[in-house]
């Protein structure tokens, strides 16, 4: 009897989960603030369309010294890893908070490094501004006692590391701006050998900054990238023989171009694992329109094209090589303060880490950690700007697994699905980028619950279809993590949770990221300018088993 009773309380609970969230309609009511409509968030969850790295955040620290400035600002301060302040508390708990965070040691000053070496008898300069070089500084130096600071500050904090590696030493700069001849790989060799035997772990070592393509100041050919990719293979192999796991070989670390990658992947062969590309799709930081484009779904679609492009160019030739996206902050030239390190950010952002995995990239690094108009952390106070909660609720929810997905009903909103990250269940992103339509979003899992078709002869065909598997232990609610700019100010640099504003305590703690608990059935509801994580336990797809 008892069982009886039990399977009746499944069926009314599906019935009542099918009911709510079965199909979206075009309907639109009038609310006080302006107006809600109603749409399907639409979910196959037979099959994931892509698998990304258990750990797919990852930011960067550059080599910008506080001279570097754009546009008459100078927005660097002492946010280089060769001057940054390792003792602050802040950014100690806020790279801890990850647990791992991968972080990218590189930029475009990274090709004028020299490494001090144990046998080094030169002085180990700093960068000098000088507009009539490339870069517009001299070539600068990373002393072995900084290196083994670093080193100690990420053991402590538990960062990942991929290092930046100097792809122009040895080659001469032609005035057409190909860089000629082979790579020198013997400063390079030093450093990852003084490395290996102080015990340091480092995740990854890329080769080269921007020099794909046509470059970015200068650039190299494809074929001879590929024979320079090789010859820092067999150092890497060389020097970590008696390692395991041995650190990832990546390359180029520059803008896509896809005869160049393709050109790459298929010479170096087994000879890298990752293809790393950076991005700046929304132009210059000076660019007074970064907040009407961010808000453009048209205009984000169109980064589409790379994903998809490098994508196809992985897959056609036929080795094991990977997708990272290596460096993106958005607007080139550090940035435009109060847009690319303010709340607005986050649609772009979160949309970049949504779409990217979709087309089955592994890493994101965000360009910055700390420096410039677009870090995580403010340059100065370290206090994490909105986009650094954005990461980490992603961090913590969106699983390895990827969910095709779609959303019905406005192209204002943005909608992922991933399986849930170390619990049962999947986690939805929606982003709306309407600053007026409240979204009530009912989930439709592509067919996998009892709906019924009508047809011109006026009867109901009903088509049964196999239902989600129901979790024996979730409840009926689920969990929502309703982000919000302070004041409803995109500008605003003070990201609300739930409609309370996150920021550090007095001791440098980052504050605890809670969801609200919400009732399974009931839509769910997506303010104006907002963005929501669902986290919905109680639904075991195929995709995720």
């Known amino acids: 009897m008892g069982s009886l009773l039990l399977q009746k ?130 070539p600068g130096c990373l002393p072995l006692s900084r290196w083994d600071e670093l080193n100690a500050f990420f053991n402590k904090s538990g960062a990942s590391i991929i290092f930046g590696l100097n792809a122009l030493y040895g080659r001469s700069v032609h005035p057409d701006g190909l860089s000629v001849g082979a790579w020198d790989p013997s400063n390079a060799e030093s450093l990852i050998r003084y490395t290996v035997k102080k015990g340091y772990v480092i995740h990854g070592w890329e080769l080269g900054n921007e020099l794909s393509g046509s470059g970015v100041g200068t650039r190299v050919a494809a074929d001879q990238y590929a024979s320079d ?96 996206v290596g460096e993106a902050g958005g607007a080139y030239n550090s940035g435009r303060n109060h847009v690319t390190n303010a709340f607005a950010f986050s649609f772009w952002y979160l949309d970049q880490l949504g779409m990217s995995a979709a087309y089955d990239t592994k890493t994101y690094c965000r360009q910055t950690l700390i420096g410039g108009n677009y870090g995580l952390l403010n340059t100065t106070t370290f206090v994490p700007n909105p986009d650094y909660y954005s990461a980490l609720l992603w961090h913590r929810l969106m699983g390895r697994n990827v969910l095709s997905t779609s959303f ?9 699905a991933h399986c849930a990250k170390q619990s049962q269940g999947i986690t939805i992103l929606f982003i709306n980028l309407d600053g007026n339509t409240t979204i009530h979003a009912r989930v439709d899992f592509n067919g996998t619950i009892l709906h019924r078709r009508k047809h011109r002869h006026h009867y109901h065909r009903k088509s049964s279809i196999k239902l989600p598997k129901i979790s024996k232990i979730a409840s009926n609610t689920r969990e929502e993590y309703h982000l919000t700019a302070k004041d409803g100010d995109l500008q605003s640099q003070t990201m609300l949770l739930n409609g309370n504003s996150l920021t550090v305590d007095s001791s440098g703690n980052i504050p605890t990221l809670d969801p609200m608990f919400v009732n399974s059935t009931e839509p769910i509801t997506i303010a104006p300018f907002s963005i929501v994580f669902v986290h919905i336990p109680y639904v075991l797809l195929p995709a995720c088993s």
């Open 9 to 138: 309380g499944v069926l009314v609970w599906i019935c009542l989960f099918s009911l709510r969230f079965i199909c979206g309609c075009s309907e639109v009511e009038r609310v006080s603030n302006g107006t809600a409509s109603q749409g399907t968030v639409f979910i196959d969850g037979k099959i994931a369309i892509g698998r990304i790295d258990r750990h797919f955040i990852c930011a960067t620290l550059d080599w910008w010294p506080p001279e570097k400035c754009d546009y008459g600002t100078c927005a660097w301060d002492h946010a280089s890893f060769l001057n940054l302040d390792l003792n602050n508390i802040i950014f100690l708990n806020a790279i801890k908070a990850f647990s791992p965070l991968k972080i990218r040691l590189g930029g475009t000053l990274q090709d004028k490094v020299i490494y001090q070496t144990e046998d080094h008898k030169q002085p180990c300069v700093s960068f000098v501004k000088n507009t009539s070089e490339m870069f517009g500084f001299t």
């Open 229 to 324: 990719t090789t010859a820092l293979y067999k150092i890497v192999q060389d020097a970590y023989k008696n390692v395991e796991p041995k650190p990832l070989v990546l390359a180029p670390g520059g803008f896509f171009d896809e005869g160049w990658f393709r050109e790459l992947v298929n010479k170096a062969g087994t000879s890298f694992d990752v293809a790393t590309h950076h991005i700046y799709n929304l132009g210059p930081g000076r660019d007074e329109h970064l907040l009407e484009k961010i808000l453009n779904p048209s205009y984000l679609d169109g980064e589409a094209d790379t994903f998809s492009k490098l994508q196809n160019v992985l897959k056609t030739s036929g080795s094991s090589v990977v997708a990272w």
């Open 408 to 416: 019905s009903g406005t192209k204002k909103i943005r909608a992922y």
